[in-house]
């Protein structure tokens, strides 16, 4: 690991409703400039693991840091350099973008130049529009210009992306690595895997309120010890051993009738495959070869898919 | 500082800029007040005429009557009897029946030691708010009279003047209620619509990650709301003016000191709803629940003499009761501040209250 110094200490965050735990000790560091994901299905915590270091939710157990400043005690001075976007955001609708960030702006001791702001976020044709007549990236991007309107340290972003066009999908990118190149420090929390490769530095993965594995996104698709995957679907369950026989299979996955193998040659593995399914007369569908990617990482280490409810 | 002006500016543009609102939460007021003005309203000034019957004819029994005859609003008969009197009453001819009995000469003279004397008046239950505003005029004389016995030093001087003029009708009686309603609609109802809404939607949460703090927010949520209401309430007496005459007897200052009372304990109010509703849709109801019986009950369309006896009691804690008979008092009749302090204290009372339960049960999410 590099010798930056920290910006975000995590100790051992645990978060509870009634019965369910909803964050079970989650324990990372953030350094300064970095860009951090936090990566899981829905309801694997990255949210709440979230919500907890910006001060929204108050931690049953455990601590974290933001700088020196603890999340318990001194809220308002991590308030203060951290900038936050959260998911699904709904803003003053009938205010213009010039409006609310001057708003917000005044929220905070002192604040950066607004049109200066608005021109980052590309804004610019926009400002004197309401934030009701902006599309979904333009909000968006108001949101996130909204989080750094006082030139905070650290910016948590939650799922930024979500349900946006590719298009403005790249744009929301294109931001986050300029501000990284500015040396801020980023969280966020995406279920996107392309998302993830293309953004993050390091990668945490949740899943039932578990950090699972944290490395640099190549790191974890080289420990899966396959570049390549293979995924089809046949008509009645094969034993998973069978697959596993394959030759050149580093590993194998099935869920009902979908299959997926991972190997290192994907041309040996693929020849051995077709030869396999017609000794057995093993109809294969949908047969397809990728490369393999954060999703195999996920679905390997959890048995479930990302986008799994 | 800063960020409270901010504030209270970005509400006042929502207010404005939402135009809808802006005008249904003007335009039902005034509505009202057209259509029941003129349908109910026409029945011309109130000339209350007063049955005396002297059963004392003593220089002291006269010297009442002589002040109340000051008041021009005022004519009156001599009557013989009580009961010849009463008839007249329940004919409709008299509005107000004034009795003197025998001892009130020799009662004067005691300088009010012990139980103060009775003087039974009679009114007509079936015309209430001319018997009242009759009842109120006799009130005036005789509290002057009976000030000026127990050598009072009175503040109560000014009464007569505005009394000169009046000429009441029901729109004079119904405007103070529209504009209590008004106040109890747009606050109570609106705080707990909006911030009910502003919640479930997450913008106060995405506030709450910021370095505002609560009592900001809703110190400017205040200001921009009185702002807002004070001119609704100038729009709809400017109205209440040219279209009916309805004019203001009493201070401006009163009124305003009324608006601005009334607004801040139907906000707290509010405030309180907005905490208790799980979603914006319960908002609704349970806004709508409390404020209905209050228009009803709480003087704004009917006087509040009108209700049921049994429901006095719970009438008598309603805040609308006291904001619409305080409004009541300083435009039609000119009472001055200083003598509706009970109302003002009663408002007040249900302000600190309200704002208390408000702060505590307040949550951001």
Redesign the interface.
Known sequence: MKQAESMITVDSLVKRYGNFTAVNGVTFQVQKGEVFGLLGPNGAGKTTTLEML???RKPEEGTAFIGSFNIRKEL?KV??VIG?Q?Q?????E??TVE??L???G????KHLPIAELIDDMILTEKRKS?IKSLSGGQKQRLAIA?ALVHDPWVIFLDEPTTGLDPQARRTLWDIVLKLKKRGKTIVLTTHYMDEAHVLCDRIAIMDRGELIALDTPETLVRNLHAASAISFSVSSEVDLNEWAKVEGVTKADCKEKEVVLYSDDLQLTLTSLIQTASERQIALEDLQTRTATLEDVFIHMTGRSLREE | MKAYWQLTLAQLRIFIRNKQVLFWTLAFPIFLMVVLGFTLGKGGGISVTVGVVDADKSPQSHELLSLLKKNKALSFEAKNTKEQAISSLKQGDLQIVLQIPKGYEERIKQKGAGSPFALPVYYDETNLTVSQVGQQLVNNAIDTISKKQTKYKPSVVIQPEGIESLHLSYIDFLVPGIVAMMILNNNMNGVAGQIASWRERGILRRMQGTMLKAHTFIAAQITARLVLNGLQALIVLGVARMVFGVAIRGSWLSVIAFVILGTLAFMAIGFIIAGIAKTPESAAPIAGFLSFPMLFLGGVFFPIKDMPDFLQPIIKLLPISHLSTALRETMNVGVSFASLGMEALILAGWLIIAFVIASITFKWE
Do not use: A, C, H, W
Request: net charge neutral; charged share 15%.
């Open positions: 910006v001060g929204l308002q308030k203060e936050v959260l699904s955001t709904t803003l003053f009938l205010l409006e609310i001057q708003m917000y005044s929220f905070y001791p309401r909204l």
